[in-house]
């Protein structure tokens, strides 16, 4: 056989997955001519297929290094380069490409690629925009495009990149699906339901698409809709813990749970997935002799979580502590470098499976790792599961169980969970600590508090800056009650889903015949923080939701002043607002029941003079109250770290 002819067994024989075959062939000729850049390359991609990835990059190395003018292998190169997360040099090899071929459409793709992993969007943009001027009728390229969009928010770029995709390519499903969330994003849920209907036509029963539809219902509060799809997702794809969680995080919404059943279904996700492991032994041996806590979190950017993991963050004794961030963060900002600059060790790993993100956890010798996610959206539990730290908890991003026995506590308070009250609702042991169980860190957009509007109104007005899928009819219809309790007072609803005419006309419908729709003003978000924390000077008093407690809505609105009714249950989920609230001396506010809830209502309507008293005096109080001691919540902290490693044997 000729040269040439072996070198096309060895790409027939990867082509047929006889990847073992294929390497001892390309081997056999490297042994007779050991430069023979061709063979060493298919060498590589016979080792990679076959799952010897490292060795598969060495050797596509070396046959870059032996023949280095072609485009198209150092293209391959970067391509393999970023599946091991070397993403600097995957880029470079990128870059080298280009200059020896600027118009190679395959080079401009893997660029793209390889700057959103590297968290540059505008150079993926760049590389994409880029690709379409090459190719302006490849589908992949416009969609590529319009996923760095949409990760901008810049959403009608992202919208017009997906219908450009999907002109090309009729049938492209992952456009369609991008297109729907992108429409979803931008308040068009019912056309994004459309997109998700077209795609599943195209693919029945796919779990993926399935529980995107799901996640439309949820944020239309259709509870019962998003759970059967979440179940037939589950029933098609049973380990498809996604959507399981998912599934766990509506429970938390739906007023016709009881606390027992929703224990229920997330010690089911425990049972099901939760395979046993030993715990890493032994006491710490780091040689500064630190603590080592690590944080894991989608959501180390400009988000609630940010607003109670910072005050943490900053007061912690770095003498005693060092702190290790695992981040999966889309897009960082100005929050996520802050937050770095308090953390000792940061880890990218938003695209790094979850078992190899645990082996690298475990070689950091963690002594504490924390979720801050929970079953919340792009939640990395399943790490966890792997056991890769000494002690694990949970704290601060999921307002109940994780269920998992992996997780050995969970960082609560007496007020949010009482004692002898819940333990029989948690996988965890609960770790409580002086209320509250979270520190806020007031915004420094926040505008000066404003006068009550009642005393230049002369009328009460309510409101809710609550998301959508919180407001259940139960509390919509307390809420009615409100209304037709007090004379001419007003209600005002305000969430992004107000954007949306048939959700506007769906909370109207809730609304009997008896109450003028002019006492109700529904509000879309507004542009700017400084502009949502300006509308509270609109409101006397702020309406918590029930089941699901705001936590961040109810420390904005204190802060502007906003005294906060709360209906209280029996589990953490239901009583946070106790819990914030007692820190500013408005515990009479969290009511048991519905009619302590409408008295404290009316005892506030009645008395103006009162509710600018309580409005001018509340931020202060919350300044100096446990709400906002940064100092204090973090020594709270590393004493309740401390205590729980000295247990550890």
Request: charged share 25%; with cysteine; hydrophobic share 45%.
């Amino acid at each position: 056989m000729t040269l040439e002819e072996v070198l096309e067994t060895a790409r027939q024989m990867i082509a047929a997955r006889r990847w073992r075959e294929a390497e001892a062939v390309c081997r056999q000729v490297l042994a007779v001519r050991p430069t023979e850049s061709r063979a060493m390359r298919l060498l590589g991609l016979a080792q990679v297929a076959g799952g010897q990835l490292a060795f598969g990059i060495e050797s596509v190395q070396q046959a870059v290094a032996l023949n280095p003018n072609v485009a198209e292998w150092r293209v391959e190169l970067a391509e393999l380069l970023r599946a091991d997360n070397r993403l600097d040099q995957s880029a470079e090899q990128c870059q080298i490409a280009l200059r020896l071929q600027p118009k190679l459409f395959m080079a401009m793709m893997t660029l793209g690629v390889t700057q959103a992993a590297r968290a540059k969007l505008e150079d993926a943009a760049i590389a994409f925009g880029q690709a379409v001027e090459i190719q302006p009728k490849n589908p992949h390229a416009w969609n590529n495009m319009g996923n760095i969009r949409l990760t901008q928010r810049r959403l009608a770029e992202a919208i017009d990149s997906y219908r450009h995709a999907i002109e090309l390519q009729p049938d492209f499903i992952s456009a369609m699906n991008n297109l729907a969330i992108a429409l979803q994003f931008n308040n068009e849920s019912a056309e994004a339901m459309k997109w998700h209907r077209k795609a599943l036509a195209l693919r029945p029963n796919d779990p993926g698409i399935l529980t995107a539809i799901a996640g439309v219902h949820q944020l239309h509060g259709e509870l019962a809709e998003a759970r059967v799809l979440l179940q037939q997702a589950i029933e098609i794809q049973p380990r498809f813990a996604t959507a399981f969680s998912q599934m766990l995080f509506i429970s938390n919404l739906d007023e016709t749970l009881d606390e027992q059943a929703r224990f229920d279904l997330h010690r089911e996700f425990g049972n099901r997935y939760e395979a046993a492991r030993p715990r890493p032994s032994g006491p710490p041996r780091h040689a500064n002799g630190r603590i080592r806590i690590g944080l894991v979190s989608a959501d180390l950017r400009d988000h609630a979580i940010a607003n109670f993991l910072q005050p943490a963050l900053a007061g912690l004794n770095r003498a005693k502590f060092e702190v290790f961030c695992y981040a999966s963060v889309a897009e960082p900002d100005a929050v996520t470098e802050k937050i770095k600059s308090w953390c000792e060790n940061w880890r990218d790993i938003g695209r790094t499976p979850d078992a190899q993100a645990a082996d690298i956890i475990h070689q950091d010798e963690i002594d504490i790792l924390v979720d801050l996610g929970g079953h919340a959206a792009l939640s990395r539990l399943p790490i966890f599961m792997h056991r890769p730290a000494r002690v694990q908890l949970s704290w601060l991003g999921y307002p109940n169980t994780t269920s998992l026995s992996c997780i050995d506590y969970r960082i609560t308070d007496v007020i949010a969970d009482p004692i002898g009250t819940t333990e029989h609702l948690h996988a965890e042991k609960l770790l409580r600590i002086d209320p509250p169980f979270v520190c806020y860190e007031p915004p420094k957009e926040a505008p000066d508090v404003a006068d009550s509007p009642c005393v230049k109104n002369g009328y009460v007005t309510f409101g809710t800056f609550s998301t959508y899928a919180k407001i259940r009819p139960p509390m919509l219809r307390l809420w009615v009650r409100l209304l037709q309790t007090i004379p001419n007072s007003r209600l005002v609803i305000k969430n992004r889903m107000m954007a949306e005419e048939d959700l506007r006309e769906r909370i109207m419908s809730e609304f009997p015949a008896g109450v003028d729709p002019g006492r109700i003003d529904l509000l879309a978000s507004d542009g700017t923080r400084a502009e949502h924390l300006a509308r509270y000077g609109q409101i006397d008093i702020a309406l918590d939701t029930f089941p699901y407690h705001g936590t961040t809505t109810t420390c904005e609105a204190l802060w502007m002043g906003v005294p906060v009714l709360a209906l209280l249950g029996k589990s953490h989920v239901s009583r946070v607002a106790a819990s914030l609230l007692g820190c500013v001396d408005l515990s009479h506010l969290a009511s048991a029941d519905e009619r302590h809830l409408l008295q404290q209502a009316m005892d506030l309507a009645k008395n103006p003079a009162r509710m600018q008293s309580i409005r001018r005096a509340l931020r202060g109080k919350m300044a100096g109250s446990s709400l906002t001691d940064a100092a204090g919540f973090s020594r709270k902290i590393e004493q309740a770290f401390t205590a729980i490693l000295a247990n550890v044997t």
